[in-house]
């Protein structure tokens, strides 16, 4: 018995201290993964903060490299106001741009300029006469052998222009005005003349009961349509008007073959009819004259003087007058 008791008392010792050292190899387990989970969580933690490093270094670059390429506009921009100082130091050096002789150089562009205005957008050779006028004599009055070809180039384009007389666009409109005034003078009645032929023996025998005429002559309008077909060729003609005004060459042109196309239609033949067809036909066939090449020449050439060729022929400076460096 005291036997069996050592051998149980023996067990339990031995079951009590596995016991104890399972609790304490448990104990040092966690223990261990505690601190592995702490040291895996700074891990972490500063990887995270190592991330935020690198991406507020990033944006520390961009916003680096957007304030490189500030620095560079604004370097550019300094560039290109040195440059438009030196050009304007240049202008300012340059003796044609002095006084009277600069501001009758301004007139006599800005009088070119207009005159080339109006003749491009409005037709106005009367104008661009005046204006051409009003050039010459402001160039007359800048005493210097550099504008000789300017002032030749000039009365060169002067006379071109007076070439063309009125114009071809006031020359056709004035003709369309006649032809409009002829039409309400045209007879409306067919023309009978006196010297009829004799007519045939029937006709003699029947001119008691039937009165037999000719009927090529006499128009396709009904008397109750007369009113809305003169509206209708008023309108075509107004049309060509403003066809011509704003320089319309085929809406002319088909204006005026729809009013050719009345005159059958609202008049009977006569001499005075096939007159105002005559002269649509003149008009619809007429082609406006080439432009004369003189023209806009005075003004490029003055802008190219003063751009370039003024300046460099522009006589040195003296030498008790300090030079302006460019």
């Known amino acids: 018995m005291v036997v069996a008791a050592l051998v149980l008392l023996a067990l339990g010792l031995g079951a009590w201290r596995g016991w104890a050292w399972w ?8 223990t261990a993964q505690s601190a592995a989970a702490q040291r895996l969580e700074a ?9 935020r490093d690198q991406r507020a270094q990033a944006q520390r670059l961009l916003d680096a490299a957007a304030t490189n390429r ?20 240049a202008k300012l050096s340059d003796p044609t ?5 600069a501001l009758r150089l301004d007139e006599v ?12 957008i409005a037709h106005d050779l009367a104008g661009a006469r005046r204006a051409y006028a009003l050039a010459s004599g402001a160039l007359d009055g800048i005493d210097d052998h550099r504008l000789l070809n300017l002032k030749q180039a000039l ?33 409306r009645e067919a023309v009978t003349t006196t010297d009829t032929p004799a007519r045939p023996t029937w006709q003699r025998w029947l001119a008691p009961l039937v009165d037999v005429r000719p009927t090529r002559d006499s128009t396709l309008i009904a008397p109750d349509e007369r009113t809305a077909a003169d509206v209708a060729l008023q309108v075509e003609v107004s049309l060509a008007r403003a066809a011509l005004e704003r320089d319309d060459d085929a809406a002319y042109r088909a204006a005026l073959a729809r009013i050719d196309g009345w005159l059958p239609r609202l008049w009977p033949d006569s001499p005075e009819r096939r007159q105002v067809h005559a002269q649509l036909r003149t008009l619809q066939s007429t082609s406006a004259p080439a432009r004369p090449m003189e023209l806009g020449s005075t003004l490029q050439q003055l802008r ?13 400076p003296s030498m008790d007058t300090p030079e302006v460096a460019p």
């Open 23 to 30: 609790q304490a190899r448990n104990a040092q387990e966690q």
């Open 43 to 51: 891990l972490e933690s500063r990887t995270d903060a190592l991330r």
């Open 70 to 89: 500030v620095l560079r506009d604004e370097v550019l921009g300094l560039g290109q106001r040195g440059a438009l100082l030196e050009e304007s130091v």
């Open 97 to 101: 741009r002095h006084g009277a002789q």
């Open 109 to 120: 562009e800005l009088l070119l300029s207009q005159a080339a205005q109006r003749l491009d």
């Open 155 to 187: 009365a060169q384009e002067r006379t071109a222009l007076d070439a063309l007389g009125e114009g071809p666009q006031a020359a056709a409109m004035k003709q369309l005005d006649a032809i409009a005034a002829a039409l309400t003078r045209l007879p």
């Open 304 to 316: 190219t003087l003063r751009n370039a060729g003024l300046r460099v022929q522009a006589p040195m």
